[in-house]
């Protein structure tokens, strides 16, 4: 059976895309599921960061594995690539490129499921939009993962209500604005394993289980 490919999509640069994508794999290849992990941003953040985590992991004597099957590629190459790793991995997360519509759309359709995540304001709920229609015109199943939620956010629940009225998926777990999640990154970790007692770890865990429940039986 084919592993899930989770494309991780937003076309509004600064919206926690590769903080999502590095916490997802190291949550999940935690749990012991094979996991691939895609690159097809020419920004090449999450590249820095596996090459960061590769070298911390050697320094404490392993041999420089991140953990997970990692590939930096073209956006062309991308629905060859993921194809490839699905036939043996549980899931291939795809971090996709901002303003750049040919890759992105092929990163939308090679998806099992795009995951797209959003900041609680009007205004990047509004720059959201033309990802929101690249995957509805390529028939994918979608997700809204609120990112960086404030502690009182009056104006987050009134938008994920909007959300959800207007039919469009938002995941009932949440990210909060929390530095851990940059922190940990920093180290080449995540916060799974290394603050694995903490609310940012159960915020990862819980949109992770979610993620991966809404992938094994998507409704477009």
Do not use: C, Y
Not at 61 to 79: E, M, N, V
Not at 87 to 101: F, G, M, N, W, Y
Not at 195 to 208: F, H, K, M, R, V
């Amino acid at each position: 059976m084919a592993g899930r490919v989770f494309t991780v999509a937003q076309q509004k640069g600064g919206a926690g895309k590769t903080t999502l994508v590095a916490h997802l794999a190291v949550l999940w290849s935690g749990l012991g599921r094979r996991v691939a992990v895609i690159d097809i941003d020419p920004q090449g953040s999450l590249s820095r960061w596996v090459a960061i985590r590769s070298e911390v992991r050697r320094e404490a004597g392993t041999d420089g594995h991140p953990g997970f099957t990692f590939s930096q590629i073209a956006g062309w190459r991308l629905a060859t690539e993921a194809e490839r790793l699905a036939r043996d991995h549980d899931a291939v997360l795809v971090d996709s490129p901002p303003h750049a519509e040919t890759e992105a759309r092929i990163a939308v359709r090679a998806a099992s499921l795009v995951v797209v995540p959003v900041q609680p304001s009007p205004m990047d709920l509004w720059a959201t939009r033309p990802t929101l229609e690249l995957a509805v015109t390529e028939r994918r199943p979608l997700m809204l993962v609120v990112n960086r939620m404030p502690a009182r956010a009056r104006l987050a629940d009134e938008m994920i209500s909007r959300l959800t009225s207007l039919g469009i998926g938002v995941a009932e777990a949440t990210l909060g604005n929390r530095v851990a999640f940059a922190e940990t990154l920093a180290e080449g970790a995540g916060v799974s394993e290394s603050e694995p007692n903490s609310t940012a770890t159960q915020e990862i865990t819980a949109l992770g289980e979610e993620l991966w429940a809404r992938a094994a039986h998507p409704v477009a």
